[in-house]
């Protein structure tokens, strides 16, 4: 009878000794110690990489979310002016008309204008808001962060309402005068007159953003009306809506609701280069920063090459035992693949943890090299943000592991077609 050749059978794929081998070779012996400080910078590079990624992209995110707030906190969603820059009058019937409409929730009545704040002390300049009581309480930026006095009874006041940092530049609490002076005066035979009035500080605000803490007053409207000569008109209309983000379409519903000689500019319209820019910034950081872990990948790449170089007698005696082709490739891609694995899973977890306390590491940093670290007279912001989304998150780890796994196919492909005679012809 005729005898059969039986060729071994291939192993199954990850079987237990190829991680036993990629784990084997991860712990290098002393004489391959400069295999295995490759490995660790390898680790080290995609660490940092990934955690450099989510904390910047999160303080960007912060940024962009803190500085959303604080202005659509201050200023309508929706900005309604009359065609022709006149005078807003009969604006009572026009925010009543809009406010009715499906997702407004307020229509508010507003007179801008800008004065001088003085004191014996000293004399600063701020941007004077004339607004109703309850427009004032439709702020929650204004309404909610209230450190002194109250906004009850404002429209019944002859009062005004000023920041925290206003009432420090100007040394005044709850209760004390404030003289306010503008060129908008009364006119007469010899030109327009300043007006001059002084204001009972009523309460003091704290936004959080120290250019509006520091220049921001808010007067009642009717004291506002006298005060710049509006008689009975306003500025302008600023509509609050429910969802910011559905801006465009109550836009369209308020110019279809037949309100004649309105204009309506909403606040994608009126802060359009800030956010680009921000946009662009958070792009081109997520792109330069991604090079760090491409580097890292790099390594994996070098440090793979060595050791299959290194291990090429083991790699010949393995294949003369049995095993295939496709088990060698395994077990270097599981070597290499481990290394940026663990490295993303440590970076994500570092940078997460960094995150969460980024404003407490400010401080014991700014303590330690007594130093001041975020400046809000600059930054315009009290506290260092970080927000952390959940889809720039995942789409950082995805990369940094999908990268360390490509890395990894050229190393392990060349350790797979090693001829195992060439191997161990010297040996």
Partial sequence: ??????????????????????LRYLRARRKEGFISVLAGFSFLGIL????????????????????????????????VTKVGGDDFDGFDEAARRLAALPGVRNAMPLIEGQAMA????????????????EGL??????????????????DRQEGIAIGTRLANLLRVTVGDPVTLVSPRGAVTPFGTAPRVKPYKVVAIFEMGMSEYDRTMIFMPLPEAQR????????DVL??????????????????????????????????ESFFTVLEVERNMMFIILSVI?????????????????????????LRTMGASKGAIMRVFLITGASIGVVGTLAGALLGVLFCWKIDEVRQFVAWLTNTNLFNPEI?????LPADINAHTTVIIVVMALVLSVLATLYPSWRASRLDPVEALRYE
């Fill in 118 to 133: 003085s004191t014996p002390s000293l004399a600063v300049a701020g941007f004077v808001r004339g607004v109703r009581e």
């Fill in 48 to 79: 940092l990489g990934v955690f450099t990624l989510i904390t910047v992209m999160a303080v960007m995110n912060g940024f962009r979310k803190e500085l959303f707030n604080k202005i659509l906190g201050l200023n309508g969603h929706i900005i």
């Fill in 137 to 154: 309480k439709a702020l929650p930026l204004i309404s909610g962060n209230v450190r002194f006095g109250s906004l009850e009874g404002f």
């Fill in 379 to 383: 930054y315009y912001l009290t506290r």
């Fill in 293 to 317: 872990v491409l580097v890292a990948a790099f390594n994996i790449i070098s440090g793979l090459i060595m050791l299959v170089k290194d291990k090429g007698r083991e790699i010949g005696i």
């Fill in 227 to 234: 005060y710049f000569n509006k008689g009975n008109a306003v």
């Fill in 1 to 22: 009878m005729a005898s059969t050749t039986q060729l071994p059978a291939d192993t199954r794929p990850f079987a237990p000794f190829e991680w036993m081998l990629a």
């Fill in 238 to 271: 600023e509509v609050l809506v429910d969802d910011p983000e559905t801006v465009s379409e109550q836009v369209a519903a308020m110019k279809q609701a037949g309100i004649p000689s309105l204009h309506f500019a909403d606040w994608r319209q009126r802060n």
